[in-house]
């Protein structure tokens, strides 16, 4: 099969080979899907290889091959092809269900490439217009829409983003009293840390009751910036072999395709897999080291005034 793109380590992807894979993955899926369905769908379809799913974006918390399929679906969004729902649910449009060759989609990449650069431009000599513009600060910018045209700083980093590089800095053995007290919090007991005990790789143990029947759980937790590959998943699974009824795994970083395939496999023990931005959301809820607050925002309608 010849290959649309190739994710490396480093360097910019065929981004309009990138949308054509997108476009012909949610095709084989049904129409719509939700993102981590259509990205394992992508690596499917193109083969992607674990190597390539564990590249890293220079924030250390973005895998590059999910950055770039982000990006991917913008193009197709801004161009008519994909239109998504508030919960995260990305389907074709009409036009994108007619998309069949790299020609379309690259002419879709192009068209909006033109789109943003004028509206750039616009904005730009909107503001030269509206203020005073010092000596020597007038000089044109790239208005380019696209990933290599939006670095990102540490101040913009997202909460996540901000909890993962926090997690990541722990020590491990902290990182496991972490994953201890969130399984309490879920509703685990008797949860035991053997971290330090080099039991197989088994980072700790726990019971989980579901109405009449308990289960016990083996987990293991990892801070990984990369990708857990399915060969972890096996190892994971052969140290708890025939000692529990389940497994958990647990990591800041992601699980390739292929892991995900390994955690669910036919005649072999079920291990359930929690990636960083779940991790986050489990965190954030229970609100271990995180603090969500509501701010009240308050609006005035002076035309209300007028009509008294």
């Known amino acids: 099969m010849t290959r649309r793109f190739k994710i490396e380590e480093t360097g910019f992807p065929d981004l309009a080979g990138l949308m054509l894979v997108t476009v012909q993955a949610l095709k084989e899926i049904g129409g719509s899907a939700a993102i981590s369905e259509l990205?394992?769908?992508?690596?499917?379809?193109?083969?992607?290889?674990?190597e390539e799913q564990s590249y890293m974006m220079v924030d250390g918390n973005s895998p590059r091959l999910n950055y770039?399929?982000?990006w991917a679906r913008t193009y197709l969004k801004k161009g008519g092809a994909l239109e998504n729902s508030r919960k995260g649910v990305?389907?074709?449009?009409?036009?994108?269900?007619?998309?069949?060759?790299?020609?379309?989609?690259?002419?879709?990449?192009?068209?909006?490439?033109?789109?943003?650069?004028?509206?750039?431009?616009?904005?730009?000599?909107?503001?030269?217009?509206?203020?005073?513009?010092?000596?020597?600060?007038?000089g044109e910018?790239?208005?380019?829409?696209?990933?290599?045209?939006?670095?990102?700083?540490?101040?913009?980093?997202?909460?996540?983003?901000?909890?993962?590089?926090?997690?990541?800095?722990?020590?491990?053995?902290?990182?496991?009293?972490?994953?201890?007290?969130?399984?309490?919090?879920a509703g685990f007991t008797k949860v035991e840390?053997?971290?330090?005990?080099?039991d197989g790789g088994i980072d700790g143990v726990g019971v989980l009751r579901v109405n009449l029947v308990s289960f016990q759980v083996y987990f293991q937790c990892k801070r990984y910036k990369g990708g857990v590959a399915a060969g972890e998943i096996?190892?994971?699974?052969?140290?708890?072999?025939?000692?529990a009824d389940k497994g958990l795994f647990i990591t800041t970083g992601h699980y390739t395709a292929q892991a995900n395939d390994e955690a669910t496999r036919d005649g072999a023990t079920a291990i359930d897999l929690i990636d960083g931005g779940r991790l986050?959301?489990?965190?954030?809820?229970?609100?271990?080291?995180?603090?969500?607050?509501?701010?009240?925002?308050?609006?005035?309608?002076?035309?209300?005034?007028?009509?008294?």
């Open 193 to 198: 840390v053997r971290g330090k005990s080099g």
């Open 90 to 138: 990305w389907a074709l449009t009409s036009l994108g269900s007619s998309i069949n060759s790299y020609a379309e989609t690259k002419a879709i990449y192009e068209a909006v490439q033109v789109e943003e650069r004028e509206k750039a431009r616009g904005k730009r000599l909107a503001k030269l217009k509206s203020a005073e513009i010092e000596k020597g600060s007038t």
């Open 68 to 70: 770039y399929l982000a």
């Open 39 to 50: 990205d394992e769908k992508v690596v499917e379809v193109e083969g992607c290889s674990e």
């Open 280 to 308: 986050c959301e489990l965190l954030k809820i229970n609100n271990l080291g995180v603090t969500t607050e509501m701010v009240e925002q308050v609006t005035i309608h002076p035309e209300w005034f007028k009509e008294i």
């Open 141 to 185: 910018k790239n208005g380019d829409l696209g990933p290599e045209n939006n670095p990102k700083n540490e101040q913009d980093a997202s909460w996540d983003e901000q909890l993962l590089s926090v997690l990541r800095s722990m020590d491990p053995s902290a990182f496991e009293r972490l994953a201890q007290r969130l399984l309490r919090e």
């Open 234 to 243: 096996r190892d994971f699974r052969g140290a708890m072999q025939g000692r």
